[in-house]
C-alpha cells in the first residue's frame, strides 16, 4: 500500500460544477503539499498546509491531521482546471516529500 | 525568467551511453531537488542538496547515478550506461528553507527533462 493515496484517480466535470479530490496518508508528516501538472509537464504549487484550511481564488485545500486526509476542493470549475492534481508529504524526519499517484481531472464546457 | 530551469528539455539515446542533465534553480534558493516520473505516477524522490550538501540520496538510485551542486547553485544529475528502465521525466525543484532541516518549503518545478533510451 502506498504512503499516500488519492482519489479518484480520474474525474470528469461539466463546468461549473463543485469538485473534491481527497488525499490519504499513512504517516506522520509535517506538512502537506496539493501541486498541479498540466500536461507536458510542468508542475506549479497550489497549497502547503500543516493544519486547517487554506484559500486561494476558488481553490480551497483543508487538512486533518488526526484522520490523516486532506481534501482539495474547486469551486465553479472551468475547462483551464483540467490537470492532473497531486498530493505530497512531508513525514518531517526528512527532507524530501513523498508524492501520491495524481487524480486526472478533465472539466468539460 | 527566473524560474528554475532544465535543460535539455528532451534527450533521447541509446541504452549504455551516458547522459547529463542541468537545473538551474531559482537564484535565493538554497535546495534543490531532483525527482523521476514515469507516465501515470506521481514523482519520485530521488536525491536532495542543501547549498552544496547532499544530504539524502533515495535507495531508487543506483550507483549509475550521480548527482552535484558544487558551488551551491546550478546542479547536474548524470546516469552513467543508461538503461531503458531510465526512460522518464527528470524533475527539478528548487525553495527556501529557513530553520528546520526537515521542512522543504514551497517547491517550485523546471519543466524537467524527458529522457528517452532506445
Known sequence: KNEVEQSPQNLTAQEGEFITINCSYSVGISALHWLQQHPGGGIVSLFMLSSGKKKHGRLIATINIQEKHSSLHITASHPRDSAVYICAVNRGSQGNLIFGKGTKLSVKP | ?118
Open chain 2, 1 to 118: 525568467d527566473t524560474g528554475v530551469s532544465q535543460d535539455p528539455r528532451h534527450k533521447i539515446t541509446k541504452r549504455g551511453q551516458n547522459v547529463t542533465f542541468r537545473c538551474d534553480p531559482i537564484s535565493e534558493h538554497n535546495r534543490l531537488y531532483w525527482y523521476r516520473q514515469t507516465l501515470g505516477q506521481g514523482p519520485e524522490f530521488l536525491t536532495y542538496f542543501q547549498n552544496e550538501a547532499q544530504l539524502e540520496k533515495s535507495r531508487l538510485l543506483s550507483n549509475r547515478f550521480s548527482a552535484e551542486r558544487p558551488k551551491g547553485s546550478f546542479s547536474t544529475l548524470e546516469i552513467q550506461r543508461t538503461e531503458q528502465g531510465d526512460s522518464a521525466m527528470y524533475l527539478c525543484a528548487s525553495s527556501l528553507v529557513q530553520g528546520r532541516w526537515m521542512d522543504t518549503g514551497e517547491l517550485f518545478f523546471g519543466e524537467g527533462s524527458r529522457l528517452t533510451v532506445l
